[in-house]
């Protein structure tokens, strides 16, 4: 069946270091893969995206790192910030035309400073 | 620009009950998208309307309905309302149809 999963539901960082959040998602014929960011109170935030003939991409301060053979994607989060804390969400559209997108449970993001 | 915009914020029904979610997408998008976030979960699909004819939809019971107005903005009709509809719904637009969505901040029904 369908699902984007997340492999760990809460995630603690200090301010400064470097946040991965991890996801697994089961419908191979997926082609785009997005993240979310959730503030509390607030809808999903798009914060970057990758298409499937990529494996890697880059925006300001977060990466996304796509491997198809294992079907897992992974957001990087350089040097956190205590306005980073939020739920996190992979989303994948599915193979189906890419008329639904498919969420993952999320992780929670927790900042130290 | 005005993001998307989603009426009415909170709203509070009995069981049995019928509701109307409404969602005004970004000027220019013609895809609306309608998702259920049960608290602490992630967002599921409901529907997806682009350029007013439904184009996807999820595993939801006919009790939930929805429809995209010449305007592209959308509603989401709920009928027969459970306790277990209680939910943040929320709206997403598009200029196209599988690219680039952007969320509302939702509707937030609970039904007593």
């Known amino acids: 069946g369908e699902s984007v999963g997340l492999h760990l539901p809460t995630l603690s960082v200090q301010e400064g270091d470097n946040s991965i959040i991890n996801c697994a998602y089961s419908n191979s014929a997926s082609d785009y893969f997005i993240w979310y960011k959730q503030e509390s109170g607030k809808g999903p935030q798009f914060i970057i995206d990758?298409?499937?003939?990529?494996d890697k991409r880059q925006g300001q301060r977060v990466t996304v790192l796509l491997n198809k053979t294992v079907k897992h994607l992974s957001l990087q989060i350089a040097a956190t910030q205590p306005g980073d804390s939020a739920v996190y969400f992979c989303?994948?559209?599915?193979?189906?035309?890419?008329?639904?997108?498919?969420f993952g449970a999320g992780t929670r993001l927790f900042v130290k400073a | 620009d005005a993001g998307v915009t989603q009426s009415p914020t909170h709203l509070i029904k009995t069981r049995g009950q019928h509701v109307t979610l409404r969602c005004s997408p970004i000027s220019g998008h013609k895809s609306v998208s309608w998702y259920q976030q049960v608290l602490g979960q992630g967002p599921q699909f409901i529907f997806q309307?682009?350029?007013?004819?439904?184009?996807g939809r999820g595993n939801f019971p006919d009790r939930f309905s929805a429809r995209q107005f010449p305007n592209y903005s959308s509603e989401l009709n709920v009928n027969a309302l459970l306790l277990g509809d209680s939910a943040l719904y929320l709206c997403?637009?598009?200029?196209?149809?599988?690219?680039?969505?952007?969320f509302g901040s939702g509707t937030r029904l609970t039904v007593v």
């Open positions: 989303a994948e559209n599915n193979g189906t035309g890419g008329f639904k997108t498919i």
């Open positions: 997403a637009s598009s200029g196209t149809v599988n690219y680039g969505y952007t």
């Open positions: 309307y682009y350029e007013k004819e439904e184009r």
């Open positions: 990758i298409r499937s003939n990529m």
